[in-house]
C-alpha cells in the first residue's frame, strides 16, 4: 500500500472523530491507502468481533467502499395466514422469536404484524437475534424523540430495510450501528433543546438538517452560539438564517466554540475595513457594471 500521498478528507476525519470509534478510524485509514477489505482483519490483526465492529462503524458513517444492496419493500413474497402457523410449528427460531417481539413491544402481535415480522426472518434473511437489537433500537429510538408510544410494526419494517440495505447482519454489527445512531439522536434532541424547540418533535426536513450539522462537526454548543447571533441579528429564530451562519464556519472549516472565536478575531472589524484604500470606488464601479448589464 503506497500511504506517502494519503489525503484525507475533513468531512471525513470529523465523522471519525464523532465516532470515537479507534478500530473503525484504523480499518478507514487501511481502506483509504487501498487496502483489500477481504484482508483488512489480518492484516490490521483484529478479531471477527472488533473487525465486524469497525465495518459497521464506516457503514453507518457512509465511509465504506462497498456499495450496499438495495431491497425494495414491494419484493417480498405474500405470506399467508397458514405459512405463519407452518413457521410457528417448524421453526424454533422463529418461535422464539416472537416471543421476544411480543414482549419487548409489551402486546400480542396481529396477523398482519406476524407476516411483517416473518418477512424480516425469511425474506431478509436477519438473524433473529438482529431482528430482536433492530426492535430494541427502534423501541430505544422512539423514547429519544420522546413520542410516548411503541413503534408500529411498519415502522420497525422499514428500518430493517435500512439495515438489510446497510449489510447488517451480525450481533457485532447490530450492535455498533444501534450505538452510533442512538449517539447521533441524543446529540439531535439536545440541539432540539438548543433551538428552544420543546413543544413538539422535529419536522423530517429539520431533524434532516440537523443531522447534517451534526456530520458536519458541529455540536450543541456551536449550534448553541449561532442560535444566538441568529436572534440578535433577526429578533427571532430563523431555520434559514442559522443555516447560513452554520455553512459559512463549516466552508471556513470553524466547528468548535474555540476556533469560531478565533475566527471572529481574525476578521477584520468594521472600522478596519473601511480603511481599506479605494475600497468604496471597486463598489461603486461594480454596481454600476451590474447595473449596465441588466
Not at 470529523?14 to 487501511?30: I, Q, T, W
Not at 423501541?139 to 408500529?152: E, L, V, Y
Not at 410494526?153 to 449489510?167: C, K, N, S, T
Not at 447571533?229 to 443555516?243: A, E, H, M, P, V
Request: with cysteine.
Amino acid at each position: 500500500m503506497d500511504t506517502a500521498d494519503l489525503v484525507i478528507p475533513e468531512s471525513d476525519w470529523r465523522k471519525l472523530l464523532a465516532a470515537c470509534s479507534g478500530d473503525g478510524a484504523l480499518l478507514y485509514l487501511y481502506l483509504r491507502a487501498g487496502g483489500d477489505p477481504s484482508q483488512a482483519g489480518t492484516a490490521l490483526r483484529l478479531s471477527p468481533s472488533r473487525m465486524d465492529c469497525a465495518a459497521a462503524s464506516l457503514k453507518q458513517l457512509g465511509l465504506w467502499p462497498e456499495t450496499p444492496r438495495v431491497l425494495r419493500p414491494a419484493e417480498p413474497p405474500t405470506y399467508s395466514e397458514a405459512e405463519v402457523i407452518r413457521q410457528l410449528r417448524e421453526s424454533d427460531g422463529f418461535n422464539h422469536l416472537l416471543g421476544e417481539a411480543q414482549r419487548r413491544l409489551g402486546k400480542v402481535l396481529n396477523t398482519e404484524e406476524l407476516k411483517i415480522l416473518l418477512s424480516l426472518y425469511d425474506y431478509l434473511g436477519l438473524p433473529a437475534e438482529v431482528i430482536s437489537v433492530l426492535i430494541s433500537y427502534c423501541i430505544q429510538r422512539a423514547k429519544t424523540k420522546g413520542t410516548g408510544r411503541m413503534p408500529s410494526m411498519r415502522a420497525i419494517e422499514r428500518e430493517a430495510y435500512r439495515w438489510a440495505d446497510l449489510g447488517i447482519d451480525t450481533m457485532e454489527e447490530a450492535a455498533a450501528h444501534m450505538q452510533l445512531e442512538l449517539e447521533q439522536q441524543s446529540q439531535v434532541s439536545a440541539i432540539r433543546r438548543v433551538l428552544q424547540i420543546t413543544d413538539r418533535r422535529l419536522a423530517p426536513a429539520e431533524e434532516k438538517l440537523v443531522r447534517q450539522w451534526i456530520q458536519w462537526g458541529f455540536g450543541p454548543e456551536a449550534v448553541a452560539l449561532a442560535y444566538n447571533r441568529t436572534c440578535l441579528q433577526t429578533g427571532s429564530f430563523s431555520w434559514k438564517y442559522i443555516r447560513s451562519i452554520l455553512t459559512s464556519w463549516h466552508n471556513q472549516g470553524l466547528h468548535t466554540v474555540a476556533e469560531i472565536e478565533a475566527g471572529d478575531k481574525r476578521r477584520p472589524g468594521p472600522g478596519q475595513q473601511s480603511q481599506q484604500p479605494n475600497a468604496w470606488a471597486r463598489e461603486a464601479v461594480e454596481r454600476m457594471m451590474q447595473t449596465q448589464e441588466e
